[in-house]
């Protein structure tokens, strides 16, 4: 059955520095999310994605944040100069569509920053 | 804005036995989508269950099964005869029908304990 894949598993990283988060969605879908998981909290809406444009983003997603489908087959989370407060688990997710398909998620990317 | 409620943090089980997790949600649109998911120590989440809020039948899945009920807002999990493996964080999300907005609004689980 195919899988969203989700690289590195786990990612630490000094507060300032960049880091680009790796996802591989199911190769025939469309639509391609980011949620985040803060440690003991909810999972968090980031942004959605489809045509190569970002559909909608939540207050989270702010100037530091950024998406690409760089190719085919990957889609990137970047944060730019990363926070303390940035440390949680980022998930990926894709589906073919918005309504009636369901979102299917990556295993995630565990990021501490120190 | 849509809310959903988990008022519980932890619930334990007997194996074999049945286990209810309860949700309930804010919202004042009339046609949506209402999940479970699970996600277990492996962390991939992972979808259980899915009821259309048009649909007055509570969706079932094998051994796992929802109440929903639309006008008290409440959207429970019924899980019967509890293995091992259902051990996992369960989360209950929302997501609107209306336009293009398709993304998932989760609460803040629970996690669900499995006794041998």
């Known amino acids: 059955e195919p899988e969203v894949t989700q690289t590195p598993s786990h990612q630490v990283t000094q507060m300032g520095q960049e880091v680009i988060l790796r996802c591989v969605p199911i190769?025939?879908?469309?639509?391609f999310y980011w949620y985040r998981q803060i440690l003991g909290q909810k999972v968090e809406f980031l942004v959605s994605?489809?045509?190569?444009?970002?559909?909608?983003k939540s207050e989270i997603f702010d100037d530091q944040f950024s998406v690409e489908r760089p190719d085919g087959s990957n889609f990137t989370l970047k944060i730019r100069s990363t926070k303390l407060e940035d440390s949680a688990m980022y998930f990926c997710?894709?589906?073919?569509?918005?309504?009636?398909?369901?979102?299917?998620f990556g295993p995630g990317t565990r990021l501490t920053v120190t | 804005a849509q809310t959903v409620t988990q008022s519980q943090p932890e619930m334990s089980v007997q194996e074999a036995e049945t286990v209810t997790l309860s949700c309930t949600y804010d919202?004042?649109?009339?046609?949506?989508?209402l999940f479970w998911y699970k996600q277990p120590p492996s962390r991939q989440m992972i979808l259980v269950i899915r009821?259309?809020?048009?649909?007055?039948q509570n969706a079932t899945e094998n051994r796992f099964s929802v109440n929903f009920q639309k006008a008290a807002k409440s959207f429970s999990l019924k899980i019967s005869d509890s293995q091992l493996g259902d051990a996992a964080m369960y989360f209950c999300?929302?997501?609107?029908?209306?336009?293009?907005?398709?993304?998932?609004?989760f609460g803040k689980g629970i996690t669900l304990s499995v006794r041998p």
């Open positions: 997710a894709s589906s073919l569509g918005p309504d009636p398909y369901e979102q299917y």
């Open positions: 190769s025939n879908h469309l639509y």
């Open positions: 994605f489809y045509n190569n444009e970002i559909s909608e």
């Open positions: 919202t004042s649109e009339s046609d949506y989508y």
């Open positions: 009821q259309e809020a048009y649909k007055q």
């Open positions: 999300a929302y997501r609107t029908r209306t336009g293009a907005n398709s993304k998932l609004t």
